[in-house]
């Protein structure tokens, strides 16, 4: 069992930036992978970064050049550093985890983000 906590959402003007990051109960160095998603009011949940045990990296199109995912594996920590951000980036967080390619993925209870015009 997994648990994933979020932090760092919040209220921001567009052009601004902020960084989420999300605290795992385990360690996290085998990880199979870990990531972001986002679901926006009235929005199915989308895919915004994920990050591999081998550090490869997977972005959305509309986010590539903007965000960066990156792992602390001292802090079992995944981060997700957003820049120049759009009130289309407004939307719930959630970071995703899955120990193994067969196993369940699981998630944490989502950080809001915020992006005014």
């Known amino acids: 069992q997994v648990q994933l906590v979020e932090s760092g959402g919040g209220l921001v003007h567009a052009g601004g930036s902020l960084n989420l990051s999300c605290a795992a109960s385990?360690?996290?160095?085998?990880?199979?992978?870990m990531g972001w998603y986002r679901q926006a009011p009235g929005k199915q949940r989308e895919l915004v970064a994920t990050?591999?045990?081998?550090?490869?990296?997977v972005y959305a199109d509309s986010v590539k050049g903007r965000f960066t995912v990156s792992r602390e594996n001292a802090k079992n920590t995944v981060n997700l550093q957003m820049n120049s951000l759009k009130p289309e980036d407004t939307a719930v967080y959630y970071c995703?985890?899955?120990?193994?390619?067969?196993?369940?993925?699981?998630w944490g209870q989502g950080t809001r983000v915020t992006v005014s015009a």
């Open positions: 995703n985890a899955r120990p193994h390619s067969f196993s369940a993925d699981y």
């Open positions: 990050i591999t045990s081998g550090d490869s990296t």
């Open positions: 385990l360690n996290i160095f085998r990880m199979y992978v």
